[in-house]
């Protein structure tokens, strides 16, 4: 557990620079520094991290001639066709004659660079975000849809200023990497049919209405998980055990494995959050614009996964909150929103930055704590094994 301390704390300290005014040269070096730091920690790693066997056993034997049809034996999905785009990745590298610790060190160098492009082109205080993204899109050690997350991160800033081929083709590259990124075309539709009807800017009370009436519809939610396993099964064989895999995930597990989300202070955080945001959105618009571009778009995906993950949340235990918190990862932003409660709060005085910038360091901290140590899959983070402990 050491060395997780010895590189995240240093990390989440030197977001103290988004607290003070420095020259943003000087941010952006800093960054490419954690790029670098991140990029080589979970590089060169070995056997350690979720599903390491699985992935490691798949790179060992992909070609060319199969990256379309090459199918996966798991025990919880059991059989999967994996996707092509992940596939050409692990062929083009393992065909060279390259080892593992190659694919991982570049898809960590991509995934690393996504979140900074994405934190240094949509907010103003990209230190901030880039954190936040670390404790909020990504695991420790990521699997093949925290590729397909970052490099659909990318797509947005083009969505919203209207660049539809090129927001097609980075959705595509995603989609290519994880189905689950099939969403980012559902977005797509929902904000082309938003703009026409010029409803981009979504009034508060329509938020609050939609937020509030979820807890009603959740009461009957979970009749209705056959039918979400019916119509997955549409999309083919692949997410339909997916689904079924999540959908019927006992009680037992969510409770004595997955601690931290299922508790009490998680849920009421995730609504006074929600709340809170809401009236800085409605009362502080010129900060909130000025502190990320696109808002009031990146607001509307913010409060769109919001909404959605809350319609399951009363009823975790049935695996739904997990499956959907899958899908809705992929337009999830909540990294880029949450930030502004600081924001916001260090705008009232700038002789309380210290302790407004203490309070952001106790809550990211707490949020990589639960990623890494209090997480469901912490056994396979604990103890960190290197490649350099494979070869001793």
Not at 256 to 261: A, K, L, M, T
Not at 328 to 334: G, K, L, N, Y
């Amino acid at each position: 557990m050491l060395i997780y301390f010895l590189v995240y704390i240093p990390f989440i300290l030197c977001s103290y620079y988004d607290f003070v005014v420095i020259p943003l040269s000087r941010k952006k070096h800093l960054m490419w520094i954690w790029i670098v730091v991140f990029t080589l920690f979970r590089g060169l790693r070995w056997k350690t991290g979720t599903d390491w066997d699985q992935f490691y056993y798949v790179f060992m034997h992909s070609q060319f001639d199969h990256i379309f049809n090459y199918v996966r034996n798991s025990d919880f999905y059991g059989t999967k066709t994996m996707e092509f785009g992940y596939m050409f990745i692990n062929a083009i590298i393992h065909e060279a004659g390259l080892p593992y610790t190659v694919f991982l060190i570049l898809t960590n160098w991509l995934i690393m660079y996504c979140l900074y492009k994405f934190s240094w082109n949509n907010s103003k205080y990209p230190l901030i975000t880039f954190l936040c993204l670390m404790g909020f899109v990504d695991l420790p050690f990521p699997v093949r849809q925290t590729i397909a997350i970052s490099i659909g991160l990318l797509s947005f800033e083009y969505l919203f200023t209207k660049k539809y081929i090129k927001f097609i083709i980075i959705a595509l590259i995603s989609i290519s990497i994880h189905q689950s990124a099939f969403v980012l075309l559902i977005i797509l539709f929902v904000t082309f049919i938003l703009r026409k009807s010029k409803s981009i800017n979504i009034s508060w009370k329509y938020y609050t209405f939609a937020y509030i009436a979820t807890f009603l519809i959740s009461l009957v939610f979970d009749k209705y998980i056959q039918s979400i396993i019916f119509i997955a099964g549409l999309l083919g064989e692949s997410a339909s055990s997916s689904v079924a895999y999540y959908a019927n995930l006992n009680t037992t597990y969510f409770i004595d494995n997955y601690r931290i989300s299922s508790s009490l202070f998680q849920g009421i955080s995730f609504h006074v959050f929600f709340f809170l945001l809401l009236f800085i959105r409605e009362k502080y618009n010129k900060m909130c614009h000025d502190s990320i571009s696109h808002f009031e778009s990146y607001f509307f995906l913010y409060a769109l996964s919001a909404i959605i993950l809350n319609l399951v949340r009363q009823n975790e235990a049935s695996g739904m909150f997990e499956l959907l918190s899958r899908i809705t990862a992929v337009f999830d932003v909540s990294a880029l929103i949450l930030p502004l409660i600081f924001i916001w709060l260090k705008s009232f005085s700038n002789r309380y930055n210290f302790v407004i910038y203490i309070l952001f360091v106790i809550f990211i901290g707490y949020k990589f704590y639960n990623q890494i140590e209090n997480n469901v899959y912490s056994d396979l983070f604990i103890p960190y094994k290197s490649i350099f402990d494979c070869i001793i």
